[in-house]
């Protein structure tokens, strides 16, 4: 009796984890509904690139392989790639008059032998396989291409100054499209913000280039003679700084080694002073109140983008705009310091944890801007007090506290019906990307940490970070987890303001 007894129970927990599995196989819901963005796709593991730079003919050649895993549940028989440089030229033609630029694809192959394919909308590379790609196989695609490098001050492009050159080559490298769910996800081009890849690969890179001329880029960086071998792992993206204009200060934060390059003109001393206690006061901040930086570098660079552009992100690298400092008369240390500390954040939101920064751009940069105004900006340390003396204009804390708190007086009155998950291809007339995705979205950050109470808010930030470390989030997830934190009427009644 007994026996049957151990039997019937054995034969019962294998009937209920055969009924988890199918259905979890089936649709990949967890417990709490939420669906599981982070499995069940098409997954780029890793890329291995050769790169030729050409300087005299401002050309890129491009050789990039991409091992790819089917994580889904079916076999499939087609891979799409991603190349931006089309749209970009195409952007750099409407609004800039420049017809001159061009790239295009020479071949895509797998295993030598070469695979048909289709352009779709500029960016959209369909590839057809020469036989299905089953679930847990993995395929090697070559994709064979060259681009012409835009003359713009911009995150693709070079820029000449009587000292040098500086080339800035991101968003032109070809890349598999993000897959959820075995549903491919093909945002457009989008100039004002970023439509890459956020899924996590490895890398590893070698770039030649020409001879005196520093290469900077994502990972870590090996120089012989005239080619660098770069290597990263666990990112999201790649950019490469080649130029033979800048020099570096080397030092170290909480156990992360900072490369802090910079360009010699008048105010070069006051740069180099400026951005190294910038970065050092805002890692120890970010690091105290939301964890770990996820990488043993970080390089920053500064580039020329022109006046009003505060700079870009990557994984372990950021472009920051030193176009006051290097072309200007008059230096801004306030936007230097603001756009630096807003760059450094995103390596815990889009880095770390990344999302969609198309559809759902709020995430990245709401909490990048949460951590820029709300820790960095209310951190009385030592960039502070230096900014105040070299910038009579830049605010002090008590400024900072004023400022933020009458946009949160004003937040109901200027983003009523401007939803949060909204795509900027869907805005309304009022909307516009700049507000939309950083100032709403941290005012919103704002009014839950006011519901919340600080205490939980920051219980709340820190399991987001340490739960979602080089993982994906959207929308659900993360306020799924605000009301695991606060379920209260109040919190609801905000969520429903800013999310339709």
Known sequence: ???????SICLLIIIAIGLYLVCNKNNGIKDNNIPDINSNKIDAISYYMKLDLDINMKSLMEEVEIEIKNDTYESIDEIIIRDMTPSIHA????????DKQKSNIISIKSNEQQLEYKIEKESIIKVKLNELLKPNDIIKLKVEMKTDIPDRQDRFGYVRRKDGYIYALSFCFPYLADNKNGEWILSPYFDDGESRSYDLANYEIEIKHPKDYLVIATGK???????????????????IVVTNMMEKDTFEVEGIKINNYYLKSKYTDKYRKLTELVIKDAIKVYT????????EELDVTPLLFGFGYGGMEYPGLIMTNATSFYDGTLMDAWSLSDGLSHEIAHQWFYAAVGNNEYSEAWIDEGFTTYLERQLF?????EAHKYLREIDEYAPSIEDNIKSRDELIETAREDYKDKFLNTTPDNYSEEQNYGETEYEEAYLFLQELRIAMGDDKFNLFLKELYNKYYLKEVNTDIIISLIKEHDNSERINEIIKFYFK
């Open 288 to 295: 105290n109140n939301i964890g770990k930086y996820p990488y």
């Open 91 to 98: 952007y750099n033609k409407k609004n800039y008059n420049n």
């Open 1 to 7: 009796m007994k026996k049957k007894i151990v039997l």
């Open 221 to 239: 960086e090996e120089t012989s003679d005239l080619v660098t071998k770069i290597t990263a792992n666990n990112i999201r993206d790649v950019a």
């Open 377 to 381: 900006g209310l951190y009385d340390g």
